[in-house]
């Protein structure tokens, strides 16, 4: 399977208590990977509590394959130092999308499902897919991997592409 089903726009909010680096702060920024795609942020200058607020959109072929999130600390002179990482399980996400035709009806901020953090999520607290202006949007608070401290705040939206099959013809 190698069409295209759609986009996925994960809005890589900020990262919270990120570590130090550097001499007393960080130079962070983000990487996305997914199979072959590799997106990242821009660099947020001294700051263990960035704002990125950028959006990152990646195409969906595959809508079983989980998101790589790591984040890196800028360096000039030497290789970027890794500051953690998550996984990003996009499934319960999907499936949420896959009833969208049948959630017209409901009312705005209308929680479609929750997901609890546990052994197999890098959920740092409860995550809900939520229909919010005929969208379908997941907020998530992620706790980052392999490092001292750190969480980051992302947002997940399908954007539909005119002459693909999408989600329902894909089953």
Do not use: H
């Given at each position: 399977?190698?069409?295209?089903?759609?986009?996925?726009?994960?809005?890589?909010?900020?990262?919270?208590?990120?570590?130090?680096?550097?001499?007393?702060?960080?130079?962070?920024?983000?990487?996305?990977?997914?199979?072959?795609?590799k997106l990242k942020t821009h660099v947020v200058k001294h700051n263990c509590n960035p704002e990125w607020n950028e959006d990152l959109t990646l195409s969906i072929r595959e809508p079983v394959i989980p998101i790589h999130l790591v984040i890196y600390d800028k360096d000039t002179f030497t290789v970027d130092d890794k500051m953690g990482d998550a996984e990003i399980n996009i499934q319960p996400y999907m499936e949420a999308l896959r009833l969208r035709k049948?959630?017209?009806q409901l009312p705005d901020g209308?929680?479609?499902?929750?997901?609890?953090?546990?052994?197999?999520?890098?959920?740092?607290?409860?995550?809900?897919?939520?229909?919010?202006?005929?969208?379908?949007?997941?907020?998530?608070?992620?706790?980052?991997?392999?490092?001292?401290?750190?969480e980051v705040r992302i947002q997940l939206e399908w954007i539909d592409v005119p002459g693909c099959k999408g989600l329902e013809g894909e089953e």
């Open positions: 399977m190698d069409e295209l089903l759609g986009l996925l726009r994960v809005r890589v909010k900020r990262g919270v208590n990120l570590a130090v680096r550097d001499t007393n702060s960080s130079d962070p920024y983000v990487v996305l990977t997914m199979g072959q795609q049948s959630l017209q209308c929680a479609l499902k929750r997901i609890q953090p546990n052994r197999n999520n890098c959920l740092a607290e409860e995550s809900s897919i939520v229909w919010k202006n005929g969208k379908i949007i997941q907020d998530m608070d992620l706790r980052l991997k392999n490092v001292e401290c750190g």
